[in-house]
């Protein structure tokens, strides 16, 4: 297996229900480390930004209302195959249809409000840690 770095970000709604660190512990416990983070309170450009693949998508407006409606916790996962790793621990978009066990099943609400966000490939986690993350911020261990 490749070690691969991904991003994952806990969304405003795991961030209000205080569980950061349990969510943390996930991926500590799973082979992934952390090896950059940062708190931040989107602007509705950044969140248009970044999710910009889904604009046309009739969910897009309340996607970014959603995710700028408090601060999110954005962290850069580095190890064996971090992306796929770091999908199986978040579970299915819709926690309804999420395996027991998993992030979303365990924390999240609804497929709106689903508790993390992790990049889906290589190619677009290394465009996801760029738009967050400088070089100088990235602690590879
Ligand atoms: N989303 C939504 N309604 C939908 C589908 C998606 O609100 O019907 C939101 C949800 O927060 C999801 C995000 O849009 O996490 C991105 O969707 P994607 O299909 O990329 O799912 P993910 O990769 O997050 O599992």
Known sequence: MAI???ISIIKPDAVAKD???Q???RFENNGLRVIAAKMKHLSTKEAQDFY???KERPFFAALVE??????VMIQVLEGDNAVAKNRELMGATNPKEAAAGTIRADFAESIDANAV???DS????AIEIAYF???SEICSR
């Open 4 to 6: 691969e770095r991904t």
């Open 19 to 21: 569980v950061i660190g």
């Open 23 to 25: 969510i943390y512990s």
């Open 52 to 54: 910009a693949v889904h």
């Open 66 to 71: 959603f995710m700028t409606s408090g601060p």
């Open 117 to 119: 966000h992790g990049s």
């Open 122 to 125: 290589a190619e677009n986690a």
């Open 133 to 135: 993350f400088s070089q």
